[in-house]
């Protein structure tokens, strides 16, 4: 692994309201591939659960403080998190739709959703382009409509790559 992928920056989108989640926090980072807004929230004294089917991605993350791991197959497994419940939740360029309801099960009262992935139009641009890996427009609104939204955008960026992408910020009630 390169050390570009090891301190790769973390979303603009999820440092902008990185704020809300204080020190001590309970995070879940699903889909967290080799860990860069793993290591972001650790940096400000949170406790991680990172959480991706790839576990040579998870190395990445070995001997992290404050960040444990767990390799699970989050499309062909059970949910790997029955019962337990997080001050925040982080999903980055990742979507599976039937972990919509595991992940408003796992929000504790007053949690932040932090939840940024790619859309319909994307495959005008690359990968992903099946459709059904991308959002449709205001899914993602739609899906979390029972949080309290406190940002939310769709549409296309020029940075970090081209694409077409969908967003959302909310507070479990």
Excluded at 6 to 14: D, E, F, K, L, M
Excluded at 19 to 35: E, F, K
Excluded at 56 to 80: H, K, N, S, Y
Excluded at 114 to 128: H, K, L, Q, S, V
Aim: hydrophobic share 45%; with cysteine; glycine share 6%.
């Amino acid at each position: 692994m390169t050390d570009a992928a090891i301190h790769a920056a973390p979303s603009p989108w999820i440092t902008r309201f990185a704020p809300l989640i204080p020190p001590g926090a309970r995070v879940l980072d699903l889909a967290c591939g080799q860990g860069r807004h793993s290591r972001f929230f650790a940096a400000r004294l949170c406790d991680i659960v990172a959480v991706d089917r790839d576990s040579q991605a998870l190395v990445a993350l070995a001997g992290v403080p404050r960040v444990t791991t767990i390799a699970a197959d989050l499309e062909g497994g059970p949910w790997p998190l029955s019962g337990l419940q997080f001050d925040a939740i982080i999903v980055a360029n990742y979507l599976h739709r039937p972990l919509f309801p595991h992940i408003l099960a796992a929000l504790a009262p007053r949690a932040v959703l932090i939840y940024e992935t790619f859309m319909a139009g994307n495959e005008r641009f690359g990968r992903p382009s099946n459709p059904e890996f991308l959002l449709r427009p205001g899914e993602l609104r739609k899906a979390f409509a029972d949080l309290e939204e406190l940002g939310f955008e769709e549409g296309e960026v020029e940075r970090p790559k081209r694409a077409v992408i969908q967003r959302i910020c909310a507070l479990k009630r």
